[in-house]
């Protein structure tokens, strides 16, 4: 989803407090009152702040007076997070850690300093700190700040645009965290919230609308009023992915009031989705009036989403129509800016990420995996035998498959020639089908037997509609069935699925497949920045709803692979 409603998810399971402690006294109702019932009548007065202000306090005193080193940890996030993103609670922190040799104290210290790092932006900050506090967690095998270390982890995966590795991170840690829930409801609250954001990312909505749902209903059972706002945006933003428009719209505008009041960040997030629901129903007017709020508030809040790239070109379109030449020059210097925000600094960090995180992760399962082997002669001597015999089939598979590989690569370079010979440039009529689209075993492509029964006027309607769904790319939208698209058409499944037989010679799905294959090779060769992104990334830009289903049609249809094309572009660009 976006950048801003993740962080808010640290402040979930990170509740807040302001101000020094210096010369602070307990005033007398609260001096009996325990970490939890601070923290709690901390959480019911969030939004305000002499009184929120005041139990802060008291919890931070009470940890220091206790000599409590945990608790007083928590008492100076609690104390940044209501201090305008005031880092300097880090050096409080780490004068807290540098007595202690306890494993665990330090663990959660490098642990917050990494939330404040995150919750001011500092991704690479906050990754170093993380990666510190991992160690120290890994030192004592405390499964708790494992789980919550890499739930962060899995945060900054997300804001690379890793959905699919953040979404593996969550899932594995959701058993771990709902077994804890009653304990520590706001940690199960905010694993909710990951999942629902991640389902989303990757075009998982009814899984994502579950989360979100399940998220709302618990808010009401720990009475997490604000958070509550949070999850209902979760709600509605997923009815837009599921295409229930006019759902989607009503629940947001029902929280525009209180973020209006509240939040300006997630109310900006309300008007970029407000004006995406009305772009899909075509309604120009309030699509450009809540795209225009959302901008200003964007500005002030620096919210980031990939979405804002198409949002921002979709308006430049309009103006563009209109003439408006002010309005024109405006945007494009938006687009240049987000596009350097958005792609350029993130595609670094996410480098940095897989070679500190994903890297070591993988040699420490080696090393877990060799010290088990050797603590078992005969069974290494097995694995051993066993090895052999792998490696064996994998040289006999390696050459088996040298053939197939060479083949893709002269494939890749095939298609990149029958691009550049190519005098055609207006997509979608410009195909780069190098090889002959197998014809499934499907009862939906038969022999035309007799003269159609579709009536000659529904027919030239179906074909224009068919010849408009590929000029403006459609077809890219994710979750495009027969069934969904008969409906848009005001058709019937039968007619549109035997008019496609008839005037394209394929089945739908091969229809749909080879519209999109042929748009994403178009692409590629044109735009550098796409080719940055992962193939996962690739894969739903242009409507699929898995890699491994993308990776096969665009076998199928050009001969090779996705990455082998990538690779053939780029060394086609050095040789010239």
């Given at each position: 989803m976006h950048k801003i409603l993740l962080i808010l998810s640290f402040l979930l399971s990170n509740l807040s407090f302001s101000q020094s402690v210096k010369n602070f006294r307990i005033p007398d109702t609260l001096k009996n009152k325990s970490f939890e019932q601070l923290e709690k009548a901390y959480g019911n007065v969030f939004r305000s702040g002499d009184q929120s202000i005041l139990y802060a306090n008291t919890f931070l005193t009470k940890a220091k007076k206790e000599k409590n080193i945990i608790k007083q940890i928590d008492g100076y996030f609690l104390l940044f997070t209501k201090s305008n993103k005031e880092i300097k609670y880090i050096d409080s922190i780490q004068s807290i850690i540098k007595i202690t040799d306890v494993a665990d104290e330090l663990s959660y210290g490098n642990y917050k300093i990494g939330n404040i790092y995150f919750n001011s932006n500092q991704y690479k900050k906050a990754l170093s700190s993380y990666l510190s506090a991992l160690t120290f967690a890994k030192k004592n095998n405390n499964i708790k700040n494992i789980v919550l270390i890499k739930n962060a982890i899995g945060k900054i995966k997300y804001l690379t645009y890793d959905y699919e590795e953040a979404l593996k991170i969550f899932k594995e840690n959701y058993r771990y965290i709902k077994s804890r829930e009653k304990n520590d409801p706001n940690n199960y609250l905010d694993i909710l919230y990951s999942l629902t954001m991640s389902y989303n990312a990757v075009g998982k909505n009814d899984s994502a609308y579950i989360y979100a749902n399940l998220g709302r209903e618990k808010c009401l059972l720990y009475d997490k009023k604000y958070y509550f706002r949070i999850f209902d945006l979760s709600c509605y933003t997923t009815k837009y992915y599921l295409r229930d428009y006019k759902k989607s719209i009503n629940g947001l505008k029902n929280n525009i009031d209180f973020f209006q009041k509240n939040?300006?960040?997630?109310?900006?997030?309300?008007?970029?989705?407000?004006?995406?629901?009305?772009?899909?129903?075509?309604?120009?007017?309030?699509?450009?009036?809540?795209?225009?709020?959302?901008?200003?508030?964007?500005?002030?809040?620096?919210?980031?989403?990939?979405?804002?790239?198409?949002?921002?070109?979709?308006?430049?379109?309009?103006?563009?129509?209109?003439?408006?030449?002010?309005?024109?020059?405006?945007?494009?210097?938006?687009?240049?800016?987000?596009?350097?925000?958005?792609?350029?600094?993130?595609?670094?960090?996410?480098?940095?990420?897989?070679?500190?995180?994903?890297?070591?992760?993988?040699?420490?399962?080696?090393?877990?995996?060799?010290?088990?082997?050797?603590?078992?002669?005969?069974?290494?001597?097995?694995?051993?035998?066993?090895?052999?015999?792998?490696?064996?089939?994998?040289?006999?598979?390696?050459?088996?498959?040298?053939?197939?590989?060479?083949?893709?690569?002269?494939?890749?370079?095939?298609?990149?020639?029958?691009?550049?010979?190519?005098?055609?440039?207006?997509?979608?009529?410009?195909?780069?089908?190098?090889?002959?689209?197998?014809?499934?075993?499907?009862?939906d492509l038969k022999k035309d037997t007799g003269k159609s029964q579709i009536?000659?006027?529904?027919?030239?309607?179906?074909?224009?509609?068919?010849?408009?769904?590929?000029?403006?790319?459609?077809?890219?939208?994710?979750?495009?069935?027969?069934?969904?698209?008969?409906?848009?058409?005001?058709?019937?499944?039968?007619?549109?699925?035997?008019?496609?037989?008839?005037?394209?010679?394929?089945?739908?799905?091969?229809?749909?497949?080879?519209?999109?294959?042929?748009?994403?090779?178009?692409?590629?060769?044109?735009?550098?920045?796409?080719?940055?992104?992962t193939i996962v990334a690739i894969s739903e830009e242009v409507g699929f709803s898995n890699v491994e289903s993308f990776a096969k049609a665009f076998k199928n249809i050009t001969g090779t692979l996705p990455s082998y094309y990538i690779k053939a572009l780029k060394d086609n660009d050095n040789v010239l």
């Open positions: 939040d300006h960040a997630n109310l900006g997030i309300t008007y970029m989705y407000l004006a995406m629901n009305f772009q899909k129903l075509n309604d120009r007017p309030k699509y450009l009036d809540y795209f225009n709020k959302m901008d200003s508030l964007q500005k002030e809040t620096h919210f980031i989403d990939p979405k804002l790239i198409d949002l921002y070109k979709n308006s430049l379109k309009y103006y563009e129509e209109e003439g408006d030449k002010k309005k024109q020059v405006y945007l494009i210097d938006r687009l240049i800016k987000l596009n350097d925000t958005i792609y350029k600094s993130n595609y670094e960090f996410s480098k940095e990420v897989h070679k500190k995180f994903d890297t070591p992760e993988l040699l420490e399962q080696k090393e877990k995996l060799i010290s088990k082997l050797d603590k078992k002669s005969q069974i290494l001597n097995w694995i051993l035998g066993g090895a052999a015999l792998l490696l064996l089939a994998f040289i006999i598979l390696y050459n088996k498959n040298s053939k197939k590989l060479r083949i893709y690569k002269a494939q890749a370079q095939k298609l990149i020639d029958l691009q550049n010979k190519s005098s055609l440039s207006d997509f979608p009529y410009n195909e780069f089908k190098i090889i002959p689209q197998e014809v499934e075993n499907s009862s009536p000659e006027n529904v027919r030239k309607s179906i074909v224009l509609k068919l010849n408009d769904f590929e000029k403006r790319k459609i077809f890219i939208e994710k979750n495009i069935t027969l069934h969904t698209l008969s409906n848009d058409f005001d058709t019937n499944r039968v007619y549109l699925s035997k008019i496609i037989n008839e005037t394209k010679g394929k089945t739908f799905s091969n229809y749909i497949n080879e519209l999109r294959i042929n748009f994403v090779v178009t692409e590629l060769k044109q735009n550098k920045k796409l080719r940055l992104k």
